[in-house]
């Protein structure tokens, strides 16, 4: 009785599929499609988690790298749909306020006269809204990097605490509410963006400071520096001295203390 009912199902499920006495059927299914988030960092921060150092040629952030293809935090805003990115740009204004969190959301789509339901279309709501402003430093960083011609009369370590301290200084008006953006990063759904964005800066802050790293040093530096902006970034929010006075000195130590460091292993 169970060999009956098993043939027939067999049977069933053979014509359903097109194979049929061991014939295959002329239709093949497609390979299956996979969805990525809708507001992950971008095609470019997908690449730089399999990223390899490479030589770079030139001081300047806008270059290219070798042959020819562009950097990957090449415009880090461009994944954000217009639409999008004008409710999130204006949600910033509400962060203050709001947090950053639906309700500053919300009050940035009806301030640029979006209806408030477009904030359901970001599958992960706060997180789009700290990914989108992480996005947004990394494109002023770069523009700046692009324009001071001064950076480039300052040492290594000069230039990469000054830059630090400038994309540190972007999220200075935010600082009340940063520990709720950083808990959100951390949340397992967004540490993986998270981890992208703040590689991708990294890696810009050296390739700025005119890094030619290569091999093992190459990784070396871009953590200890991720060690270096973690830690500074923490301090600043503790920080009661005026204009963080006390985390651009502590931030200046770290940096001195990382290229000294360096200096006595080489020798």
Not at 4 to 9: I, K, M, T, V
Not at 134 to 140: A, I, K, P, S, W
Not at 228 to 248: A, G, H, K, N, V
Request: with cysteine.
């Amino acid at each position: 009785m169970y060999r009956s009912a098993a043939r027939r199902l067999l049977q069933a499920l053979c014509r359903r599929t097109g194979h049929y006495g061991g014939q295959p059927s002329p239709i093949r299914c497609s390979a299956p499609i996979t969805h990525s988030a809708a507001f992950s960092a971008s095609a470019a921060s997908e690449k730089a988690q399999n990223h390899k150092p490479r030589q770079f040629g030139s001081s300047s952030s806008s270059s290219s790298s070798e042959g020819g293809k562009p950097r990957a935090t090449a415009r880090p805003k461009a994944h954000w749909q217009e639409e999008q990115a004008r409710v999130l740009q204006a949600s910033l204004r509400h962060v203050i306020r709001l947090g950053w969190g639906e309700a500053a959301m919300i009050a940035g789509a009806r301030e640029v006269g979006v209806s408030p339901s477009i904030v359901g279309s970001f599958p992960r709501k706060e997180a789009a809204l700290v990914e989108f402003f992480m996005d947004d430093c990394l494109q002023r960083l770069i523009d700046i990097i692009g324009m001071k011609e001064d950076l480039k009369n300052l040492i290594p370590s000069q230039r990469v605490a000054k830059l630090v301290r400038i994309r540190l200084e972007m999220q200075a008006p935010y600082v009340s509410k940063w520990p709720q953006a950083l808990t959100i990063q951390a949340q397992p759904l967004n540490i993986s963006t998270s981890f992208k964005q703040r590689a991708m800066l990294v890696d810009e802050i050296w390739h700025a400071a005119g890094d030619e790293a290569t091999d093992m040093d190459w990784y070396v530096k871009r953590t200890v520096l991720g060690g270096i902006y973690s830690t500074t970034e923490l301090y600043m929010l503790s920080d009661t001295s005026p204009d963080f006075q006390d985390t651009w000195s502590f931030l200046d130590e770290r940096v001195s203390d990382a290229f000294d460091l360096q200096r006595q292993l080489k020798r």
